[in-house]
């Protein structure tokens, strides 16, 4: 699924949230959205805010409610949000699962089946089904939440703050899910985050926010060449990136790494092959 | 050193599920402490426990208050805690009316509730945020706001529960920086949490995994036993992970916290 924002514009009472802004979010990769501190894109997408202008899911303008200027009918999607107060409504996980997708019978073994492998794949077990919401660790919610939203098969998802209350092994379970559902799949995806190094690790195209219009929307590692223009716009660097800017200010010309290991790996030849000289 | 707060002996179950057993912790007085831990380790449940939420008996003492149910409206006040929950909403619309209301409650009488909103938001740096709307804050202020919240009464001590998630890396750092100039002026600091980069300032650091304390040390001493914190799910911080691995190749001989000394050890 690919979506298009043309000359969008969005204002919440008095406050101008975008203005005229053109963006694309394409066909199976992984797309970040940085800065959009209120969340105004994926409310846009899924029709939860009204706005100007037109925003396309392949090509195709959906119909706005005349009255209210929301989009209607909007493709099969799912939007895992941070926590909050209304993202459980019932009390048990199985529950839960059986609320996601209407008009099925709570017999149904296949649906138990899907209901168990979703579990699974986000590292949780069948175990976890009889159990009440309120036992849950915060970890265990959100890996909840993310089965339930999956299991209905979305067309793209949405997804705020991918790591939000994970530990490590959890993270890179739902990193390798994210990568699969790209890569396997071919769902579009788009990431929220405040975390500039979270974004930089996950996606492949990267749209910067600024003052209601967008900065830049690029390849991620476009974006982080161009340390110039990162400065010059006060855009926060991922870690490993800043390590290069600052390696520069010693004459060291390190490459665009983005695992750690690589960086190490550079930061040795580096630094040996200097002893060396000396 | 003086024991400020301490738990003693603490068991606790649900039904015969036993979660804590036999634990103890002491907190030294004007200490910035951190309790390590992953997820579903028993973080938020001790901070329940310590909050008086889950009620215990004799159990949690707080400057030789002994928590129980005659002592609870005596121990309460001297807290304040900070929780990640996400059931945790603001009460008013203005930033101005939050941060007033913890002082009315205590009955404190207005000229003083405006003088003290006016020091701690010029100590915090929000005096731009006081007359707005709390829904127009960013969610780092908003995080931001929360810890300020809890300070407004002057509590002895201090309860973070990974009080710092969704603060920018910039005002976590300019929040770390202000918790622990007051330490000086007498507030006693926990930060439970699982993430390690708002450790680097603490005098003493634990690790709880599975109920119980495992370990526990000066923050350099816990990063020097990166593999066992690897191995119960804690992410090391990018700045310490390049310090342990660059020290392993003898390129570096210490651990840094901060990205622009490691490069100055590194290249000089």
């Given at each position: 699924?690919?979506?298009?924002?043309?000359?969008?514009?969005?204002?919440?009472?008095?406050?101008?949230?975008?203005?005229?802004?053109?963006?694309?979010?394409?066909?199976?990769?992984?797309?970040?959205?940085?800065?959009?501190?209120?969340?105004?894109?994926?409310?846009?997408?899924?029709?939860?805010?009204?706005?100007?202008?037109?925003?396309?899911?392949?090509?195709?303008?959906?119909?706005?409610?005349?009255?209210?200027?929301?989009?209607?009918?909007?493709?099969?999607?799912?939007?895992?949000?941070?926590?909050?107060?209304?993202?459980?409504?019932?009390?048990?996980?199985?529950?839960?699962?059986?609320?996601?997708?209407?008009?099925?019978?709570?017999?149904?073994?296949?649906?138990?089946?899907?209901?168990?492998?979703?579990?699974?794949?986000?590292?949780?077990?069948?175990?976890?089904?009889?159990?009440?919401?309120?036992?849950?660790?915060?970890?265990?919610?959100?890996?909840?939440?993310?089965?339930?939203?999956?299991?209905?098969?979305?067309?793209?998802?949405?997804?705020?703050?991918?790591?939000?209350?994970?530990?490590?092994?959890?993270?890179?379970?739902?990193?390798?899910?994210?990568?699969?559902?790209?890569?396997?799949?071919?769902?579009?995806?788009?990431?929220?985050?405040?975390?500039?190094?979270?974004?930089?690790?996950?996606?492949?195209?990267?749209?910067?926010?600024?003052?209601?219009?967008?900065?830049?929307?690029?390849?991620?590692?476009?974006?982080?060449?161009?340390?110039?223009?990162?400065?010059?716009?006060?855009?926060?660097?991922?870690?490993?990136?800043?390590?290069?800017?600052?390696?520069?200010?010693?004459?060291?010309?390190?490459?665009?790494?983005?695992?750690?290991?690589?960086?190490?790996?550079?930061?040795?030849?580096?630094?040996?092959?200097?002893?060396?000289?000396? | 050193?003086?024991?400020?707060?301490?738990?003693?002996?603490?068991?606790?179950?649900?039904?015969?599920?036993?979660?804590?057993?036999?634990?103890?912790?002491?907190?030294?007085?004007?200490?910035?402490?951190?309790?390590?831990?992953?997820?579903?380790?028993?973080?938020?449940?001790?901070?329940?426990?310590?909050?008086?939420?889950?009620?215990?008996?004799?159990?949690?003492?707080?400057?030789?208050?002994?928590?129980?149910?005659?002592?609870?409206?005596?121990?309460?006040?001297?807290?304040?805690?900070?929780?990640?929950?996400?059931?945790?909403?603001?009460?008013?619309?203005?930033?101005?009316?939050?941060?007033?209301?913890?002082?009315?409650?205590?009955?404190?009488?207005?000229?003083?509730?405006?003088?003290?909103?006016?020091?701690?938001?010029?100590?915090?740096?929000?005096?731009?945020?006081?007359?707005?709307?709390?829904?127009?804050?960013?969610?780092?202020?908003?995080?931001?706001?929360?810890?300020?919240?809890?300070?407004?009464?002057?509590?002895?001590?201090?309860?973070?529960?990974?009080?710092?998630?969704?603060?920018?890396?910039?005002?976590?750092?300019?929040?770390?920086?202000?918790?622990?100039?007051?330490?000086?002026?007498?507030?006693?600091?926990?930060?439970?949490?699982?993430?390690?980069?708002?450790?680097?300032?603490?005098?003493?650091?634990?690790?709880?995994?599975?109920?119980?304390?495992?370990?526990e040390g000066t923050v350099k001493e816990i990063f020097e036993q990166d593999s066992y914190l690897r191995k119960i799910g804690l992410d090391i911080p990018f700045v310490v992970d390049v310090s342990l691995k660059l020290k392993f190749y003898d390129l570096i001989s210490d651990i840094y916290f901060d990205i622009s000394e490691l490069e100055g050890a590194l290249w000089k």
């Amino acid at each position: 699924m690919e979506i298009k924002f043309l000359n969008v514009s969005c204002k919440i009472g008095r406050k101008t949230l975008l203005k005229n802004i053109n963006l694309y979010i394409n066909d199976a990769l992984i797309t970040g959205i940085y800065l959009d501190d209120y969340k105004i894109i994926p409310n846009i997408i899924t029709g939860n805010v009204a706005y100007q202008g037109k925003v396309l899911f392949d090509n195709q303008e959906l119909k706005k409610n005349s009255k209210t200027k929301k989009t209607n009918s909007i493709p099969n999607f799912s939007y895992i949000k941070e926590l909050d107060c209304e993202t459980f409504l019932t009390d048990t996980v199985s529950s839960e699962f059986f609320l996601a997708k209407k008009d099925i019978d709570t017999n149904d073994l296949n649906y138990i089946d899907k209901i168990i492998s979703s579990l699974k794949m986000v590292g949780l077990n069948e175990f976890f089904l009889k159990r009440k919401i309120n036992t849950l660790s915060k970890s265990e919610k959100r890996l909840l939440e993310i089965a339930i939203k999956l299991i209905t098969n979305p067309d793209f998802i949405i997804i705020d703050e991918p790591f939000l209350y994970l530990n490590k092994n959890q993270k890179f379970n739902i990193k390798k899910i994210l990568l699969d559902l790209r890569k396997k799949y071919h769902k579009t995806i788009i990431i929220l985050s405040n975390d500039i190094n979270v974004l930089y690790e996950l996606t492949d195209e990267l749209i910067i926010l600024k003052e209601n219009k967008v900065l830049v929307q690029d390849k991620t590692k476009l974006i982080f060449k161009d340390l110039e223009f990162l400065e010059k716009n006060q855009i926060m660097l991922p870690n490993i990136v800043l390590f290069r800017k600052i390696a520069l200010n010693y004459d060291k010309k390190l490459e665009n790494y983005k695992e750690v290991n690589d960086l190490i790996k550079g930061v040795y030849k580096i630094a040996t092959g200097v002893k060396e000289d000396a | 050193m003086s024991s400020f707060f301490s738990i003693k002996n603490l068991t606790y179950k649900i039904n015969n599920q036993i979660f804590f057993k036999n634990f103890n912790l002491v907190i030294d007085k004007k200490k910035f402490t951190s309790l390590i831990a992953s997820s579903g380790s028993g973080k938020s449940m001790l901070t329940k426990i310590i909050s008086a939420i889950i009620p215990t008996t004799d159990k949690c003492v707080l400057n030789n208050i002994s928590l129980n149910k005659e002592t609870v409206l005596n121990y309460l006040p001297k807290i304040g805690i900070v929780t990640n929950d996400f059931n945790q909403d603001f009460l008013f619309k203005k930033v101005k009316d939050e941060l007033a209301y913890p002082l009315e409650n205590l009955g404190f009488p207005e000229h003083k509730i405006n003088s003290k909103i006016d020091i701690a938001s010029k100590y915090f740096k929000i005096e731009n945020l006081l007359n707005k709307d709390i829904k127009d804050l960013t969610l780092s202020e908003r995080k931001k706001l929360l810890i300020i919240l809890a300070l407004m009464h002057e509590p002895a001590l201090l309860v973070l529960d990974d009080a710092f998630y969704g603060l920018t890396s910039n005002d976590q750092e300019f929040m770390l920086e202000k918790l622990k100039e007051l330490t000086s002026r007498g507030l006693t600091i926990l930060n439970i949490t699982s993430k390690l980069d708002t450790i680097y300032k603490s005098d003493k650091v634990f690790i709880l995994h599975e109920f119980k304390i495992k370990k526990e040390g000066t923050v350099k001493e816990i990063f020097e036993q990166d593999s066992y914190l690897r191995k119960i799910g804690l992410d090391i911080p990018f700045v310490v992970d390049v310090s342990l691995k660059l020290k392993f190749y003898d390129l570096i001989s210490d651990i840094y916290f901060d990205i622009s000394e490691l490069e100055g050890a590194l290249w000089k």
